[in-house]
T-cell receptor, first 115, second 110 residues
Framework: AQSVTQLGSHVSVSEGALVLLRCNYS??????LFWYVQYPNQGLQLLLK??????LVKGINGFEAEFKKSETSFHLTKPSAHMSDAAEYFC?????????????FGKGTKLSVIP | DVKVTQSSRYLVKRTGEKVFLECVQD?????MFWYRQDPGLGLRLIYF???????EKGDIPEGYSVSREKKERFSLILESASTNQTSMYLC?????????FGPGTRLTVL
């Protein structure tokens, strides 16, 4: 079984400061890893994903994440927080079963940006 | 752009009512999913379908059923709604490893 742990259910940063959202996973097979963002009263939007190849993945809105196999981590970063980054962020790991590519999600981290 | 639509954004129902939540995707995706989202619990998979008329239970199927008669449409059914089914329901579809989500239906059961 796969699992995802997101450290910190709430993270606050000042506008312009570094954003770091932590994600650790467990998987018995090479994983596919994802970060999704959810703005209030909306569905989830893909920020970025790691499947194979380069371990540093760049996504939308200036976010990036690095896959570290030795640490089983996939932390999300952004050099400078903007007010519009305030949202909830979900890390997810994919497993393949009957071709369906189910996702297992972490419990989410709510990011607040302080002006 | 992939579009996943859900029939209602907000829904209020009474205990014991039969509730239908509809999801439609316009990209001919094989796989469709229903999740519920609750604060502090993240997203939990209720059911998924990898083909028309095919369904598989997810992690929390109790109290729910699903229907997929056409490839583009995946319905979630609450046979007899209960207050503990008050939640945000999210539908998703995928052709491969990335899932595309609808805007969600916030269901309140009184």
């Amino acid at each position: 079984a796969q699992s995802v742990t997101q450290l910190g259910s709430h993270v606050s940063v000042s506008e312009g400061a570094l954003v770091l959202l932590r994600c650790n996973y467990s998987s018995s097979v090479p994983p596919y890893l994802f970060w999704y963002v959810q703005y209030p009263n909306q569905g989830l939007q893909l920020l970025l994903k790691y499947t194979t190849g380069a371990t540093l993945v760049k996504g939308i809105n200036g976010f990036e994440a690095e896959f570290k196999k030795s640490e089983t981590s996939f932390h999300l970063t952004k050099p400078s927080a903007h007010m519009s980054d305030a949202a909830e962020y979900f890390c997810a790991v994919s497993q393949s079963g009957a071709g369906s590519y189910q996702l297992t999600f972490g419990k989410g981290t709510k990011l607040s940006v302080i002006p | 752009d992939v579009k996943v639509t859900q029939s209602s954004r907000y829904l209020v129902k009474r205990t014991g009512e039969k509730v239908f939540l509809e999801c439609v995707q316009d990209m001919d995706h094989e796989n469709m999913f229903w999740y519920r989202q609750d604060p502090g619990l993240g997203l939990r998979l209720i059911y998924f379908s990898y083909d028309v008329k095919m369904k598989e239970k997810g992690d929390i199927p109790e109290g729910y059923s699903v229907s997929r008669e056409k490839k583009e449409r995946f319905s979630l059914i609450l046979e007899s709604a209960s207050t503990n089914q008050t939640s945000m329901y999210l539908c998703a579809s995928n052709p491969g490893n990335e899932q595309f989500f609808g805007p969600g239906t916030r269901l309140t059961v009184l």
